[in-house]
């Protein structure tokens, strides 16, 4: 592990900052979103979180797949991500992005639009310094200190930070600027063992779950509590579109400016357009089996098909929703 | 100035025959003015107004029957209070009201639009280019 | 626990053993929110609250219950949504048994990762015209002070809508929660793929927004379940004020302020030469 002073954070910040496009928190209107910054001071580091995962920087709203002009018969595939740094993503978000990797990513067949912003970001994750009351990442170890699936870990200490390169593009990214970072000392690694201590300490939800149970989590639906919670649910969307989590996409096809257009965007189980085919019929017809998917998909789909939750414990769900519906409730009764 | 305001006209049926009018007998108004001939005034649902002007139309021009000759009056009276009510929602949001007109034109008034029409341009290329469409996607 | 939260839990029970009604539209607490709850057994009443974090609209939930008889806790504005929804035909006022509960206005809801740290007076509860629903079987009455008001500037002046409209993500968490907004194939959501369409964000936000806006002017009843919903918090009530003040201008109606004032496309008269 190594350290970083504040001082040679600030400098790295720079020469980031100078030599490749940066995306760091930034605070607006009274709260955070992820923006690319022109200078290192813009970026802001006490946040407790963004509002908005940096999902859409992997998995735009909404992206051309491709366009087809009929006269000249060319077919325009845009392709390619822009390099950049993105820098102080939470543990829990840069989680998420395991689980884009192993969904996504999976052979035969990975999403080549994915793959190819997801070569050409780095992720850089920082510690939490006090999690919130919506958070649960420890639940499903996705932080509050490390997360998974970014390519350089900061931790917060006195004094600078801690630094753990992830991977080899985190590694090089160290390496370009080695002179800035020093060897870490007994002393910062033993406040490294409080802190990962005290901040789980911290955390307010604390809830034991078994993956094997969750897995089975489907074929013993308690419809009673599903039915109740799902009668609350105003089936808004909005949990999956606030999720670094949730990848469900849709292709639209469209006439415009001369050419054919294929795009794919956000969808989401909560709308009833979800599921409902060209027919009209919707094999998924009433608001609790919308409601139970979500949950299902998350917590019991996903684990079973790959070797993560669905879920990483952001806790946007929890604190967005209008109606309070509260996936922690799911895990405590079923987990 | 090589900007010319791109002007979407919703014309009902009598007054459409009025911009024909405006063609027949020699009166010109420009190319940049496209027109969109409807059945009844009151069939312009204010939300296609709005989709006109973010497909990037500068301003948009509503001509419907004069009240005063119709039998019924309300279809024009809807349609301006629809255009009312859409050019208070325009003010609210910061796009100038002026750029959605309502205008009585009938079927031998073609002299009539089309000086309206060019006073009409002459003003919203004074106010300059809208572009909704453009300031949607602007990256933040 | 307050007076108007124990005399509201007892007309609850009341209602509930007599079987008046088969269940009751509520609130209740979860964490350190407030979040809808439906009570229907009598022994579950002491679960219902009544506070200034009740900012949800009940009423929302009604068209999904048209076949039971429901009780539903009101604060004014949801009085006068469950007015339009009656005048609408939505829902049949003699299935539903309101309780209103005089309100005092009510904060806007905690966020995400909001750097805000008192609590604020929602903007759309200082334009508010009734505290009182307009329609009411029972009136609890508060007898509480207004909110305490700890941060009034902040933000609520913004005034660059596109770029509001800019940061929308098209959840359709303002249409879900707006007790208005009830089509099952709604032109904005992407039925009527030629007004908008599902996936083309951002693009079409600007119709997105100015047709919901034209399609709740002279309807909306300002509660503000839309803007308190918005994860992005756009305030789009006050959009939708201006044009109620449009009809106030024009027609002086206000909707879901009485069961007999019929709303204004229905009344509008021919005649009034040019
Ligand atoms: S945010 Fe809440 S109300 Fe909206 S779809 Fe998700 S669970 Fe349902
Ligand atoms: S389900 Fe909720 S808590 Fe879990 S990752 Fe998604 S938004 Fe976060
Ligand atoms: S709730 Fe907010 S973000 Fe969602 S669609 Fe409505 S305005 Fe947009
Ligand atoms: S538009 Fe918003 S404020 Fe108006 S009735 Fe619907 S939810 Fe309430």
């Given at each position: 592990?190594?350290?970083?002073?504040?001082?040679?954070?600030?400098?790295?910040?720079?020469?980031?900052?100078?030599?490749?496009?940066?995306?760091?928190?930034?605070?607006?209107?009274?709260?955070?979103?992820?923006?690319?910054?022109?200078?290192?001071?813009?970026?802001?580091?006490?946040?407790?979180?963004?509002?908005?995962?940096?999902?859409?920087?992997?998995?735009?709203?909404?992206?051309?797949?491709?366009?087809?002009?009929?006269?000249?018969?060319?077919?325009?595939?845009?392709?390619?991500?822009?390099?950049?740094?993105?820098?102080?993503?939470?543990?829990?978000?840069?989680?998420?992005?395991?689980?884009?990797?192993?969904?996504?990513?999976?052979?035969?067949?990975?999403?080549?639009?994915?793959?190819?912003?997801?070569?050409?970001?780095?992720?850089?994750?920082?510690?939490?310094?006090?999690?919130?009351?919506?958070?649960?990442?420890?639940?499903?170890?996705?932080?509050?200190?490390?997360?998974?699936?970014?390519?350089?870990?900061?931790?917060?200490?006195?004094?600078?930070?801690?630094?753990?390169?992830?991977?080899?593009?985190?590694?090089?990214?160290?390496?370009?600027?080695?002179?800035?970072?020093?060897?870490?000392?007994?002393?910062?690694?033993?406040?490294?063992?409080?802190?990962?201590?005290?901040?789980?300490?911290?955390?307010?939800?604390?809830?034991?779950?078994?993956?094997?149970?969750?897995?089975?989590?489907?074929?013993?639906?308690?419809?009673?509590?599903?039915?109740?919670?799902a009668q609350r649910c105003v089936e808004c969307?909005?949990?999956?579109?606030?999720?670094?989590?949730?990848?469900?996409?849709?292709?639209?096809?469209?006439?415009?400016?001369?050419?054919?257009?294929?795009?794919?965007?956000?969808?989401?189980?909560?709308?009833t357009?979800?599921?409902?085919?060209?027919?009209?019929?919707?094999?998924?017809?009433s608001r609790?089996?919308?409601?139970?998917?979500?949950?299902?998909?998350?917590?019991?789909?996903?684990?079973?098909?790959?070797?993560?939750?669905?879920?990483?414990?952001?806790?946007?769900?929890?604190?967005?929703?209008p109606v309070?519906?509260?996936?922690?409730?799911?895990?405590?009764?079923?987990? | 100035?090589?900007?010319?305001?791109?002007?979407?006209?919703?014309?009902?049926?009598?007054?459409?025959?009025?911009?024909?009018?405006?063609?027949?007998?020699?009166?010109?108004?420009?190319?940049?003015?496209?027109?969109?001939?409807?059945?009844?005034?009151?069939?312009?649902?204010?939300?296609?107004?709005?989709?006109?002007?973010?497909?990037?139309?500068?301003?948009?021009?509503?001509?419907?029957?004069?009240?005063?000759?119709?039998?019924?009056?309300?279809?024009?009276?809807?349609?301006?209070?629809?255009?009312?009510?859409?050019?208070?929602?325009?003010?609210?949001?910061?796009?100038?009201?002026?750029?959605?007109?309502?205008?009585?034109?009938?079927?031998?008034?073609?002299?009539?639009?089309?000086?309206?029409?060019?006073?009409?341009?002459?003003?919203?290329?004074?106010?300059?280019?809208?572009?909704?469409?453009?300031?949607?996607?602007?990256?933040? | 626990?307050?007076?108007?939260?124990?005399?509201?839990?007892?007309?609850?029970?009341?209602?509930?053993?007599?079987?008046?009604v088969e269940l009751v539209l509520?609130?209740?607490?979860?964490?350190?929110?407030?979040?809808p709850?439906f009570?229907?057994?009598?022994?579950?009443?002491?679960?219902?609250?009544?506070?200034?974090?009740?900012?949800f609209n009940l009423a929302t939930y009604l068209r999904s219950l048209r076949s039971r008889r429901v009780g539903i806790?009101a604060?004014?504005?949801d009085g006068r949504s469950i007015v339009e929804l009656v005048k609408e035909n939505q829902v049949d006022r003699g299935s539903i048994v309101v309780?209103?509960?005089?309100?005092?206005?009510?904060?806007?809801?905690?966020?995400?990762?909001?750097?805000?740290?008192?609590?604020?007076?929602?903007?759309?509860?200082?334009?508010?015209?009734?505290?009182?629903?307009?329609v009411?079987?029972?009136?609890?009455?508060?007898?509480?002070?207004?909110?305490?008001?700890?941060?009034?500037?902040?933000?609520?002046?913004?005034?660059?809508?596109?770029?509001?409209?800019?940061?929308?993500?098209?959840?359709m968490?303002?249409v879900k929660a707006c007790p208005l907004c009830y089509c099952t194939e709604c032109?904005?959501e992407?039925?009527?793929?030629?007004?908008?369409?599902?996936?083309?964000?951002?693009?079409?936000?600007?119709?997105?927004?100015?047709?919901?806006?034209?399609h709740m002017?002279?309807r909306c009843v300002?509660c503000?379940a839309c803007?308190?919903?918005?994860?992005?918090?756009?305030?789009?009530?006050?959009?939708?004020?201006?044009?109620?003040?449009?009809?106030?201008?024009?027609?002086?109606?206000?909707?879901g302020?009485?069961?007999?004032?019929?709303?204004?496309?229905?009344?509008?008269?021919?005649?009034?030469?040019?």
């Amino acid at each position: 592990m190594l350290f970083l002073d504040e001082d040679g954070f600030k400098r790295l910040l720079e020469q980031l900052v100078s030599n490749i496009r940066v995306i760091a928190p930034v605070e607006t209107d009274g709260y955070f979103e992820f923006k690319t910054i022109k200078h290192g001071g813009e970026a802001s580091l006490d946040y407790s979180n963004t509002r908005l995962p940096p999902k859409r920087f992997f998995l735009p709203q909404r992206e051309v797949v491709f366009k087809h002009d009929p006269k000249t018969r060319a077919l325009h595939e845009p392709m390619g991500g822009l390099e950049a740094v993105l820098l102080g993503v939470r543990p829990c978000d840069a989680s998420a992005l395991n689980i884009f990797d192993s969904v996504l990513l999976k052979p035969p067949n990975p999403d080549p639009f994915y793959e190819s912003r997801r070569r050409s970001i780095t992720v850089v994750s920082l510690s939490c310094a006090k999690p919130r009351e919506e958070c649960f990442c420890n639940v499903f170890e996705a932080g509050p200190i490390r997360g998974s699936g970014e390519d350089i870990t900061l931790t917060r200490i006195t004094g600078g930070f801690l630094v753990e390169a992830r991977s080899r593009r985190g590694q090089s990214l160290v390496e370009v600027s080695a002179s800035l970072f020093e060897e870490a000392g007994p002393e910062h690694l033993e406040e490294y063992g409080e802190l990962t201590c005290r901040l789980t300490r911290e955390m307010n939800s604390r809830i034991e779950i078994s993956r094997e149970r969750l897995v089975r989590l489907e074929a013993t639906l308690d419809e009673g509590f599903f039915q109740q919670a799902a009668q609350r649910c105003v089936e808004c969307s909005l949990c999956s579109f606030t999720c670094p989590v949730c990848y469900c996409f849709d292709t639209e096809d469209y006439f415009e400016k001369n050419a054919y257009v294929r795009t794919k965007g956000w969808d989401t189980c909560a709308s009833t357009l979800f599921t409902r085919m060209a027919s009209g019929l919707d094999p998924r017809v009433s608001r609790v089996d919308r409601f139970c998917h979500r949950f299902c998909h998350k917590l019991s789909r996903i684990p079973m098909a790959f070797n993560s939750f669905g879920c990483v414990g952001c806790g946007r769900c929890v604190s967005l929703c209008p109606v309070g519906v509260d996936i922690r409730e799911v895990l405590k009764r079923w987990g | 100035m090589s900007w010319k305001p791109r002007v979407i006209v919703f014309t009902c049926w009598c007054s459409s025959s009025g911009v024909d009018q405006a063609g027949f007998e020699g009166f010109t108004y420009p190319p940049n003015v496209l027109t969109v001939r409807v059945p009844c005034s009151a069939v312009i649902n204010p939300s296609l107004i709005v989709k006109a002007f973010e497909k990037g139309a500068d301003a948009v021009l509503v001509t419907a029957c004069r009240p005063s000759e119709l039998r019924r009056v309300a279809p024009s009276r809807v349609t301006e209070a629809r255009v009312s009510l859409l050019r208070r929602l325009l003010r609210t949001i910061g796009v100038e009201e002026d750029r959605l007109r309502i205008l009585w034109i009938s079927s031998n008034e073609g002299s009539l639009f089309s000086r309206e029409v060019s006073r009409i341009l002459g003003e919203v290329e004074r106010l300059g280019p809208l572009n909704i469409g453009g300031s949607m996607v602007e990256q933040g | 626990m307050s007076r108007a939260e124990e005399e509201l839990r007892s007309i609850v029970r009341k209602l509930l053993e007599r079987k008046d009604v088969e269940l009751v539209l509520g609130y209740e607490y979860y964490g350190r929110s407030v979040r809808p709850c439906f009570v229907s057994k009598p022994e579950e009443v002491e679960r219902l609250v009544w506070n200034s974090d009740c900012w949800f609209n009940l009423a929302t939930y009604l068209r999904s219950l048209r076949s039971r008889r429901v009780g539903i806790v009101a604060k004014g504005c949801d009085g006068r949504s469950i007015v339009e929804l009656v005048k609408e035909n939505q829902v049949d006022r003699g299935s539903i048994v309101v309780i209103a509960v005089e309100c005092n206005g009510v904060f806007k809801p905690f966020k995400y990762g909001s750097t805000h740290v008192g609590r604020r007076l929602a903007d759309y509860c200082r334009r508010c015209v009734t505290r009182v629903s307009p329609v009411a079987d029972y009136l609890v009455k508060k007898g509480g002070q207004a909110p305490e008001d700890e941060n009034t500037v902040a933000g609520d002046n913004a005034s660059d809508w596109l770029s509001l409209f800019r940061k929308c993500l098209k959840c359709m968490a303002c249409v879900k929660a707006c007790p208005l907004c009830y089509c099952t194939e709604c032109s904005i959501e992407g039925f009527k793929p030629d007004l908008v369409h599902r996936l083309r964000v951002p693009q079409e936000l600007f119709t997105f927004h100015l047709t919901r806006a034209l399609h709740m002017a002279g309807r909306c009843v300002e509660c503000g379940a839309c803007e308190s919903a918005c994860p992005v918090e756009i305030p789009l009530t006050r959009l939708y004020h201006e044009l109620n003040e449009w009809f106030r201008e024009n027609y002086g109606y206000a909707p879901g302020m009485s069961l007999s004032e019929a709303p204004p496309p229905l009344v509008f008269k021919e005649g009034g030469e040019d």
